[in-house]
C-alpha cells in the first residue's frame, strides 16, 4: 500500500530540497482538485500558506465562480489570499494559442505577486500523471535531452511537490478528507492534444501493457537523472551560460 499522501509530498519536499520546513509559499490554486489538495496538504504539513488564484477570462461565470469558491475555502482555513481576473479576451490579443498566453501570463503573475510579497518560492500541483503526460507529448513532437525531463521539481523559484503522486492518489486524499474542488470541462476537451494522450493513448496502453505507469514513471526518473548529469558536465566544462539547451522546459 502507498504512504498517505502528506507523508509522500513531505519525503518529496525533503529528498528534493524544495522547501524547509514551515517555510513561507505561495500556492497557485485554480480550484480544481489537483491545486485544492496540494493547498490542503501543504497547510497541513504546517507551511506559510498564501494562495494565488488567476481567472484567465475564458469562462465568464464559471470563472469567477471557482474563484469565489477558493476565496471562500480559504477563508474558512485562515489562509490568505490574492486573486486577479483578465479581461475576456485579453488572452486572445496575445501570439501564439490561447493555452500559451494563459500560460505565460499565469507565471508572468505568479512571479510578481511573490515578489511583491516577498515569498521566495511558488508551488504548483503537477504531478506524476502530468510528467507522463509531457514525457509522451515532447516525444511525439520531437523533443530532444531537455524534453526528456518532463516537468522538473523545481525550475527557478517553482517548485513541484506532488510529482511523485498520481491523479488517482490526489483524488482519493480529496475524497477521504472532503477536500472541495471544482471540475474544468475543458480537461476534456479532444481538441487540446494533452487530453486525447491522456483519454485515448493512455487506455490503450493499459490493454496493450497493464501497468505500464510505474514502469514509465521509473523510466522519466532515469530521464531525469540522465538530464541533470549531462547539464552539470556541460555546466563544468563550458559555463553557467552555455548549458541552457539542457534544462527541462517548464
Known sequence: MSPPLK????????EKALLKPGQAVLVAVSGGADSMVLLDVLHHLGYACTVAN???????AEGASEQRMVREHCASLGIPFVGHTLQPGALQQREGSV???ARQVRYAWLNQCAAELEIGRVAMAHHRDDALETLFMNLLRGAGL???????????SVVRPLLDATREDILSHAKDFQVPFCE???????????????????????????????????SLDLLRDLVEHARRSTD??????NAEVLRPSE
Open 54 to 60: 488567476l481567472d484567465h477570462g475564458l469562462r465568464g
Open 7 to 14: 507523508h509522500r509530498v513531505r519525503r518529496t519536499l525533503t
Open 236 to 241: 563544468a566544462s563550458l559555463g553557467e551560460g
Open 99 to 101: 493555452q500559451m498566453a
Open 146 to 156: 531537455a524534453g526528456w525531463a518532463s516537468i522538473p521539481y523545481r525550475s527557478g
Open 184 to 218: 474544468d470541462p475543458s480537461n476534456a476537451d479532444p481538441k487540446y492534444r494533452r487530453n486525447r494522450v491522456r483519454s485515448e493513448l493512455f487506455p490503450l496502453l493499459s490493454k496493450l501493457a497493464p501497468g505500464w505507469e510505474r514502469a514509465a514513471g521509473r
